[in-house]
């Protein structure tokens, strides 16, 4: 249901826009959320957005990362610049219908145990 791409390896300082079709997702409102993982550690939320755009940042990548949406593509996105070798992770695409605020989207055991998740998408930052 959520297919996540345009992952890969860049240089620090470089960007990277990732892209998420949600193609099962139409005609219900539902919220949105940018997830990383690295190895050994908890699944983070990095953005979150609401159907009306209110968004969310975590603090590490405010300014840097911009999250948008384009629902008649029923997709998300994540515009990543500025990037540092600390971004490198799996980014997971993740999305809930119910409850859906920014607040709620970006709780890792809210979107474990209601949300919907990609496969994600590997992003590397080399020095």
């Known amino acids: 249901q959520l297919v996540e791409s345009g992952g890969g390896s860049v240089q620090t300082g470089g960007s990277l826009r990732l892209s998420c079709a949600a193609s099962?997702?139409?005609?219900?409102?539902?919220?949105m959320a940018w997830f990383r993982q690295v190895p050994g550690k908890d699944r983070e939320a990095v953005a979150a957005?609401?159907?009306?755009?209110?968004?969310w940042y975590e603090d590490s990548v405010k300014g840097r990362f911009t999250i948008s949406q384009d629902r008649s593509k029923k997709s998300l996105y994540l515009e990543m610049n500025t990037l540092t070798p600390e971004d490198t992770a799996m980014y997971y695409c993740?999305?809930?219908?119910?409850?859906?605020?920014?607040?709620?989207?970006?709780?890792?055991?809210?979107?474990?145990?209601?949300?919907?998740w990609g496969q994600g998408t590997q992003v590397t930052v080399s020095l």
């Open positions: 099962k997702f139409g005609g219900r409102s539902y919220c």
């Open positions: 957005i609401e159907p009306d755009g209110t968004t």
């Open positions: 993740a999305a809930n219908a119910e409850p859906c605020s920014v607040g709620t989207v970006r709780r890792l055991e809210v979107m474990t145990a209601l949300g919907h």
